[in-house]
Every structure is written in structure tokens, then in C-alpha cells.
């Protein structure tokens, strides 16, 4: 069996930028990963986002996503969180 890893980016909006106080991260996961597994590894990382984690939807190269959807090296996530305005 093959141990091999993908690279991704994370871009970060919202609640979950202010959490990182960054843009994106650059992180890497075993092959087969879905986005709702990147997901626990950032509440896991920031608890305080927990709160977030049944309004967030996902997006994968520029197209909304499931939780379930595996992801590639190379690709590009997004975690949107519901943004209020008035």
C-alpha cells in the first residue's frame, strides 16, 4: 500500500481568517481525504470554530461541495461560514 500524501490549499473567510489570523494555509493529507475531514482537522486545530462547523459550506476549485467530496493535490478549499450584512 502506497503512504502517499496531497498538498491543498485552504483559503480562509470570515470567522475561520480571523481565527488563523492568516489568508489561507497550505497543508497536506493522506490521498482519499474528504473536505469534511480537512474541516475536523481545522476545528480540532481551532476549537473556537466548532460553532460553525453545521452552517459551513464547502467549496473545492471555485465549485460549492460536499462534505463527502474526496479532494486532490492541488486543490484549492474554502470554508464558507453564513456572513450577515445589512
Do not use: C
Not at 470570515?14 to 473536505?35: G, H, I, R, W
Not at 470554530?49 to 452552517?55: F, M, P, Q
Not at 460549492?64 to 453564513?82: K, L, M, Q, R, S
Amino acid at each position: 500500500m502506497s503512504d502517499s500524501s496531497i498538498s491543498i490549499t485552504i483559503k480562509l473567510f470570515a470567522a475561520y481568517q480571523e481565527a488563523y489570523n492568516l489568508p489561507e494555509l497550505k497543508l497536506d493529507f493522506p490521498s482519499s481525504t474528504t473536505v469534511g475531514q480537512v474541516l475536523d482537522y481545522i476545528l480540532i486545530e481551532k476549537p473556537e470554530l466548532e460553532k460553525w462547523r453545521d452552517v459551513t459550506r464547502f467549496g473545492v476549485n471555485l465549485e460549492f461541495a460536499e462534505a463527502n467530496t474526496i479532494i486532490n493535490n492541488g486543490d484549492e478549499i474554502v470554508f464558507i461560514p453564513p456572513v450577515s450584512g445589512g
